[in-house]
């Protein structure tokens, strides 16, 4: 009998908990640790963060899912990962005593740590910035918006800033997709007129997103993101900032300097800023109690070293699409894998930038919810393959991988929108595609409209519906 420990419950690691549970949770034992008794989705608490949905809807529960798909489930915290012995030490929520989880597979989807600190002053602690990053962080900034909203409709003027809040931060579709949600419902409250909105990345361009921005074919011209997304912001009077390394924040300002070394500061009533994202801390402890963190995990950012080819410049990763993973299983221990945000990847896909003053200005690379999904699935069928048939069969690339985007830019049904963006591959591919882009300009896509806020709540229902384990889960796509 194998046994398969998964930590982490996210878009990664609970697609790969449901294909493992479907396919080998009879015959063998699956057990997964998560920090929360809750599947979150993620992207809904936008819609948290301006009052438009309730927290519950976003969530359900883990336990019952996975007693139907016979997967063992700790709600509590991995703590260490003995990769010799092969054990998970974890710390189940309300025990005293810790417990050790044995595995022949380990799968790493352990998500971001949202690295507030390395922004000093940024953060719900502080109390300077929101996040929307987790349900209490999408509850809190709700509270202050609307706190900033009531002071609107007693007449006051608000300044709202919301953007990257690092220059090495990724996400920054969650942040637009905020702060054009922030637009529509001021609009519905009549405050439209008394409230600043500004857009503040560290995107090198507009409508960059990490993913070194794209172009496709629109009304007969070829379209940038930067002009579409920029076209939106002009309609909606948005204040863009882009190119600014958030570097600290005060009671009343964010400082930032920009990509020529210029230093500035953007003044605030509410802001909701992203942070940087590094793997979250786990121990690697070897046979005699040593650390082994350096044969699992990349020193700089923490996450899990794959099957990717690191170290080299970015001009030649550009060149070199099977430089990124295709299995995500770690070098140095074959039987431990990782999923979604948790693995390193080889480096940026925007080309990295660092101002005269040695300040970074280089979104990470996104590894958005249906990109986890989807390598969640690859490795859970690859270990499935690896205990049924001792060898993999699945693999791919993010040079491989398509991701739609459907960033809601207001939620009603009647005058909502969303903007569609269909991108592929995810990290361009100048071999395959010998286009400036390096994609396909036949599937990349961009599109607006209200079909898409129709399609943004439906994404909602299917993968809450999908994501339960309920009839037909498999056939809906990742
Ligand atoms: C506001 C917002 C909106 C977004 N909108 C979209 C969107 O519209 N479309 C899209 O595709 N993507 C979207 N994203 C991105 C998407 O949410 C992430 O890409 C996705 O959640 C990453 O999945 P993951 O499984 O890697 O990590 P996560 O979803 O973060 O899951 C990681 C899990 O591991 C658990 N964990 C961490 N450490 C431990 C530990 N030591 N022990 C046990 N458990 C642990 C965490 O509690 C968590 O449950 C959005 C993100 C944000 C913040």
Redo the contacts with the bound molecule.
Sequence with gaps: MAKVCV???????HTAALYLGDKLGRNHEITV????DNF?Y??S??WVGIDRMDVEKTMFDLEGVYKKFNVNFIA????EVHPDGQYVV?MPNGATESVQVDYDYLLV????KLDFEATPGMGPKVGNTWS??TPPHALEARDQYLESVHRMLAGEKQRIVIGAGHGAAT?Q??AL??ITNVHKDLLRRGVRDKCDLTYLSNEPALGDFGIRGLSVPMKGKITSAEEFIGAVFKDYEIHSQIGRGVTSVDKNSINWEDMQGNSGDTGYDFSML?PRFLG?P?KFVGADGEDVADKVINPVNKMVTVDGIYGLKYDELEKNPDAWPAVYQNPNYSNIFA????FAPPGPISRPFINPNGVPMSPAP???????GII?RVVALNIVDLVQKGRMTHSERMTEMAAA???SMGDSMWDGAAAVIMVYPVVPDNRKYPNEQGRDQFVTHMEMGLAGAWMKRMIHTTFMHKLQGRIGWKIIPE
Excluded: D, H, K, W
């Excluded at 930590?7 to 690691?13: P, Q, R």
């Design positions: 930590i982490g419950a996210g878009f990664a690691g640790i998560n920090r929360g979150v993620i992207p608490l936008v509590g915290a991995a703590t974890a989807a352990t998500g971001p929307i990053c996400c579709g969650a997709e905020y992203i979250q786990l999923a979604g945000i948790a996104p590894r958005t919810g249906m990109v986890s969640g985007c459907i960033a």
